[in-house]
């Protein structure tokens, strides 16, 4: 099988369990913000995204330190899950004994929302602290099942956490309701304890759900040994540092936007504001799952063949049709965008202006992940600190700055900015200290068609669902006609 179709094929699969999850997830969004007001939606955003920052935290980079070290270190793979797994251990530890005696000071922070009682905030940082550890834990023996090349094993875990997840939330937001309304036997000891409509429901539900994770995953976590390579410990936490800080950088190029509407709006209008904001970004996820399903299969697949003498030919055929895909996704979903919009409520429709900018934000991220190769296989992450630091920086100046004025399109124009700068910096970087024969114009030409197709169909069209689907199909027969002699030879290999 050539390196082409075994990096598709393990991509596909990584993509079909992540794109499942998250379409299943997704379809919560759809009761969340028909359910809940703008308001509560928008104190759920604003809770998830300081857990996001949080994991990346709790996770220490050692998720990528991990494929790394086993591929530097092909006859200590034992040593190189011990050290990887005991580093998140300690560091969750280290989490908690800061966390727990400042319960009611943290509260005080994440409350945006006065009708909210500061018991019921009190309550969901210690159940989002719950879950962060657990999942921390979670980081290394998933990656172990990744590098054993075991998708399907890794997507049932992944699909098993959201089922329960899903579940538990549809129990807590229409059954038990139901059961309590109707009288149904046991309504009585359901109704002495149970309040409907609230938030924590959601927090606790995502708890048992990384419960569960857990312990599917018990089998590679009882492989742990305190058997510690004091060495190599000490040159994982040092390649793993910089990681760290640009994944962190990446997580507030994701999330500071939702943190700072919270916070430099005016209250009376933040948690609303935040609530439109954070239901429209989640048109914008079809997309970001084809980005993540991408970098699960990329990752491992990159570190593996790169001591192959092709690996850097192999590595710009793979973006040719990395861009290929991401920008007809990009067009895709902004032609059915008003087919996409009946997942979220009614009354959160005002904010789809912000979906295009943040969409194409993701064009950028996923280009960004696939062009970062170049620093991780040099040995060189403080490249990978730069760029995210500038991104961060970026994000953080243009939010404070235009916040006040534009509100939530500032954030999304932001986005878009921070990963666009953060695309260019890396390739430019990179062909200086690693390069890789990308085939730089074409995939330009591939990435400005889709903008001006979208430009088109989203503003001068005006949403036209026909129109948007007409151009989307004249992008792909354009595509397949340009590169139909690269597949077929692809195909024809073995």
Request: glycine fraction near 6%; charge should be positive; hydrophobic fraction near 55%.
């Amino acid at each position: 099988m050539s390196t082409a179709k075994k990096f598709a094929g393990q991509t596909a699969i990584y993509g079909l369990s992540t794109i499942a999850s998250r379409m299943l997830n997704f379809f919560l969004t759809s009761a969340y913000t028909r359910i809940y007001s703008k308001s509560i939606y928008g104190i759920f955003s604003n809770m998830f995204s300081y857990a996001s920052m949080l994991q990346a935290l709790l996770a220490f980079g050692m998720e990528t330190t991990f494929f790394r070290y086993l591929n530097k270190h092909d006859d200590k793979k034992p040593q190189v899950y011990n050290n990887a797994f005991t580093t998140i251990i300690c560091i969750t530890v280290l989490f908690l004994l800061a966390v727990l005696p400042f319960l009611n000071t943290i509260a005080g922070w994440v409350a945006i929302e006065s009708t909210t009682s500061f018991h019921d905030y009190r309550l969901y940082v210690i159940y989002f602290a719950s879950f962060l550890v657990i999942d921390a834990w979670c980081v290394v023996p998933f990656a172990r099942v990744r590098a054993a090349g075991r998708p399907g094993r890794y997507g049932f875990i992944k699909l098993a956490n959201v089922m329960v997840f899903i579940a538990l939330n549809l129990i807590f937001m229409y059954v038990l309701p139901f059961v309590v309304s109707h009288h149904y036997p046991g309504s009585g000891w359901v109704a002495s304890w149970f309040k409907q409509g609230w938030l924590g429901y959601i927090f606790l539900s995502n708890l048992a759900a990384s419960a569960l994770t857990f312990v599917l995953l018990l089998p590679e976590v009882l492989k742990l040994r305190f058997e510690l390579d004091a060495a190599m410990g000490r040159s994982m936490l040092i390649y793993s540092l910089p990681i760290l800080v640009a994944n962190f950088s990446f997580i507030i190029n994701e999330n500071l936007d939702k943190m700072l509407l919270a916070k430099l709006l005016p209250k009376n209008i933040s948690s609303e504001q935040l609530g439109i904001y954070a239901g429209c970004a989640k048109i914008s996820i079809f997309l970001n799952l084809f980005v993540q399903a991408f970098r699960l299969g990329a990752e491992p697949f990159f570190f593996s063949h790169a001591k192959n003498k092709n690996a850097g030919v192999t590595y710009a055929r793979i973006m040719d049709y990395f861009v290929i895909a991401v920008s007809i996704g990009f067009l895709a979903i902004t032609a059915n965008i008003q087919l996409l919009k009946y997942f979220i409520g009614k009354s959160f429709w005002v904010g789809l202006p912000c979906v295009p900018p943040l969409l194409f934000g993701y064009v950028s991220l996923g280009i960004y992940m696939n062009l970062s190769i170049w620093y991780k296989l040099s040995d060189q992450t403080k490249y990978g600190l730069y760029i995210s630091g500038v991104g961060a920086m970026l994000t953080i100046v243009l939010n404070i700055l235009f916040i006040p004025r534009f509100s939530y399109m500032a954030s999304a124009w932001a986005s878009f900015a921070s990963y666009t700068v953060m695309m260019i910096l890396s390739y430019i970087w990179g062909q200086k200290n690693y390069p890789i024969p990308y085939n730089l114009k074409k995939n330009v030409a591939y990435i400005i068609a889709s903008i001006v197709l979208v430009v088109l169909s989203f503003y001068v069209f005006k949403r036209n669902i026909f129109v948007g689907n007409a151009l989307l199909l004249i992008f792909a027969l354009i595509t397949f006609m340009a590169e139909r002699k690269e597949l077929v030879q692809i195909l024809k290999r073995k």
